[in-house]
């Protein structure tokens, strides 16, 4: 069974770094780009950026470039989502999810990573 | 920048058909898929490649495109699918992706 887990939720200072993480399972985790996807309360769906864990081969989208940083540890399954200083603007639930195959769909989510930055 | 733009609201009775709609401003595009979002929870792939089906997802649920937009039909609407529904798709290199605007579908 396709499985991705994310870290719990974190709640954070301005000015504070801030990493999550999206475990994978139950698949070749080195075969599929993981995405990560931002909802800031009552609000939409953005996407963020994806990595390709085989190689680390990652891509922003303009709107994110700069802010945040993708990774992944393919030796342990893992994808990461990090901050280097945090905003009050960055409070969201922050989603990971599989991208199926060769198709630009995302088939498996995570259950969700909400960060809250506040004074 | 591509963009996916849906209506914000839809309300429809129970039994009735839901039709969301989700227009690009640029082509080609790649295929559009379409996700649920109940509260507090994860989005769900119900619909890929305009019109395919996932296993498990009730055959209610429809995709359908034409020209620069695809319109995800709900037919025969049960209280259960009230949520937010967002389309999806990528630009023209599959490099980046976009999601739509959102639709909150009430059932009366």
């Known amino acids: 069974e396709v499985q991705l887990v994310q870290s719990g939720a974190e709640v954070k200072k301005p000015g504070e770094s801030l990493k999550i993480s999206c475990k994978g399972s139950?698949?070749?985790?080195?075969?599929?780009?993981i995405g990560w996807v931002r909802q800031m309360p009552g609000k939409g769906l953005e996407w963020m950026g994806i990595?390709?864990?085989?190689?680390?081969?990652?891509r922003y989208s303009p709107s994110f470039q700069g802010q945040v940083t993708i990774s992944a540890d393919k030796s342990i399954s893992t994808a990461y989502l990090q901050w280097s200083s945090l905003k009050a603007s960055d409070t969201a639930m922050y989603y990971c999810?599989?991208?199926?195959?060769?198709?630009?769909?995302?088939?498996?989510w995570g259950q969700g990573t909400l960060v809250t930055v506040s004074s | 920048s591509y963009e996916l733009t849906q209506p914000p609201s839809v309300s429809v009775s129970p039994g009735q058909t839901a039709r969301i709609t989700c227009s690009a401003d640029?082509?080609?595009?790649?295929?559009a898929y379409w996700y649920q979002q109940k509260p507090g929870q994860a989005p769900v792939l119900v619909i890929y490649k305009d019109s395919e089906r996932p296993s498990g997802i009730p055959e209610r649920f429809s995709g359908s495109s034409s020209g620069t937009t695809v319109t995800l039909t709900i037919s025969g609407v049960q209280a259960e699918d009230e949520a937010d529904y967002y389309c999806?798709?990528?630009?023209?290199?599959?490099?980046?992706?976009?999601f739509g605007t959102g639709t909150k579908v009430t059932v009366l």
């Open positions: 139950g698949y070749s985790f080195t075969s599929y780009w």
């Open positions: 990595i390709y864990p085989g190689d680390s081969d990652t």
């Open positions: 640029a082509l080609p595009k790649q295929y």
């Open positions: 999810a599989r991208r199926s195959g060769m198709a630009t769909v995302f088939d498996y």
């Open positions: 999806q798709s990528a630009d023209s290199s599959g490099t980046y992706y976009v």
